[in-house]
Every structure is written in structure tokens, then in C-alpha cells.
């Protein structure tokens, strides 16, 4: 079935760096993303990769894909307070338009 | 730019009132989507739209209804309130392209509804 799983919850100290754990299940997706929700808001598209891609790198951010193992990472360097959020993996399926999401990590920064 | 914006923000309800929420998106998406948040549950879709006049389901739909009488706007309908409709509801919108496009969602500030 179609199941997309992360860690509930990750604590790491200002300045260190995030990864953000998610794996899933079906390997036609073609897009995967990574979306921040801030409290009491909606989620943001923060990055995404495409299937044929094993990496991505935007400033702060990195994606790392590993098709084999259906394993997607969100790395965060200098993790900073502002970065404290909930994180949702999310994968696309082209087949049905369909986005399946993640339940979410949320990542408290201590300062 | 407005993008997605959700309508109310916040509401809280008795048993068996009926109520609408409202999704207006500005930028032309052809598709849409009601979702509920619920603690350690991620977003689970509750209908969608395909484009104006079209409606389905999601994976959680009983005990709501929705129309997409407009292309901008995508209704969410709750007839006979129950507590377990207690929830963050959240309206999101996307492109339609070819199957091979990204499609990312883009999402409203939702609606924190309570059923007493």
C-alpha cells in the first residue's frame, strides 16, 4: 500500500546540523518534497527533488535520494531557532495526480 | 498575492450544526484539495477537484460534501456536525499539466474547527 513514514520528533542544539528521515513506499513516484509548517500556518513548499536526481542542494538545505531503499533525507546545516517547525515528506504520484503525505517531524531547536 | 485563503479561521460548533468552509485561490490552479490535520496523523485528503464542476473522493470523505462551482473557489460541507470532525482543516491548490510536471501544493492557513 502507499505509506509514507518519518520520525515524529527531532531535538538538535543551535548551530548543529538537521536530518530529517523519510521513507516510502511506491517507486513510481516521480517528485518528492519536503513542506514546513510553522504553528498556526499552513504548509510551505521548502524544496523538492525529481526522481532522477540522488541530490539536491538549495543554501541551507539538502535532499538526498536513495531510489533502492525508497529513502528520502532533509539535511538543515546551522540549524537555527527559526528553523523549530514541522516537516512533512510528501511523494507524487503521476499516475493519479495524487501527493501522499508524511505524518510530519517535528524539530524543536534548543537554543 | 493572496494565493489560498481559508474562510473563517476559526470556529467552533454544537452537535448536528452545519456549517461551510470556504477556499478561494488566486492563481488560476486547476486542482484542489480539503484535507484534516489531526495530532500524529499527517494530512489525510478528504475530497478533491479535478477542475470546475468536478468533485471526489479522498480517503476520509463520509460525513462531508464539497462543490467546485467556480474554478477559484472549492466549498467544504459539513451537514450534521459530529466531535470527530474536530480538526485543523486545510485547503490547498495546484497546477494541471502533463503527468511529468511538478505539481507542488500550495496551501491556505487553514480552519481550526471544534465540535462540542
Known amino acids: 500500500g502507499e505509506d509514507v513514514e518519518q520520525s515524529l520528533f527531532l531535538s538538535v542544539r543551535e548551530g548543529d546540523s538537521s536530518v530529517i528521515n523519510c521513507t516510502y513506499t511506491?517507486?513510481?513516484?516521480?517528485?518528492l518534497y519536503w513542506y514546513k509548517q510553522e504553528p498556526g500556518a499552513g504548509l510551505q513548499l521548502l524544496t523538492y527533488?525529481?526522481?532522477?536526481?540522488d541530490m539536491k542542494q538549495d543554501q541551507r538545505l539538502t535532499v538526498l535520494l536513495n531510489k533502492k531503499d525508497k529513502h528520502l533525507s532533509l539535511r538543515i546545516a546551522d540549524t537555527q531557532t527559526g528553523d523549530s517547525a514541522i516537516y512533512f515528506c510528501?511523494?507524487?504520484?503521476?499516475?493519479?495526480?495524487?501527493?501522499?503525505f508524511g505524518a510530519g517531524t517535528r524539530l524543536f531547536v534548543k537554543a | 498575492n493572496a494565493g489560498v485563503t481559508q474562510t473563517p479561521k476559526f470556529r467552533v460548533l454544537k452537535t448536528g450544526q452545519s456549517m461551510t468552509l470556504l477556499c478561494a485561490q488566486d492563481?488560476?490552479?486547476?486542482?484542489m484539495y480539503w484535507y484534516r490535520q489531526d495530532p500524529g496523523m499527517g494530512l489525510r485528503l478528504i475530497h478533491y477537484?479535478?477542475?470546475?464542476?468536478?468533485?471526489a473522493k479522498g480517503e476520509v470523505p463520509d460525513g462531508y460534501n464539497v462543490s467546485r462551482l467556480k474554478k477559484q473557489n472549492f466549498l467544504l460541507g459539513l451537514e450534521s456536525a459530529a466531535p470527530s470532525q474536530t480538526s485543523v482543516y486545510f485547503c490547498?491548490?495546484?497546477?494541471?499539466?502533463?503527468?511529468?510536471?511538478?505539481?507542488?501544493?500550495?496551501f491556505g492557513d487553514g480552519t481550526r474547527l471544534s465540535i462540542l
Open positions: 490547498a491548490s495546484s497546477y494541471s499539466a502533463g503527468s511529468n510536471t511538478n505539481q507542488p501544493q500550495h
Open positions: 511506491d517507486s513510481s513516484s516521480t517528485y
Open positions: 527533488i525529481f526522481s532522477n536526481m
Open positions: 510528501a511523494e507524487y504520484h503521476t499516475g493519479g495526480f495524487k501527493t501522499i
Open positions: 492563481m488560476n490552479h486547476e486542482y
Open positions: 477537484s479535478v477542475g470546475e464542476g468536478t468533485t
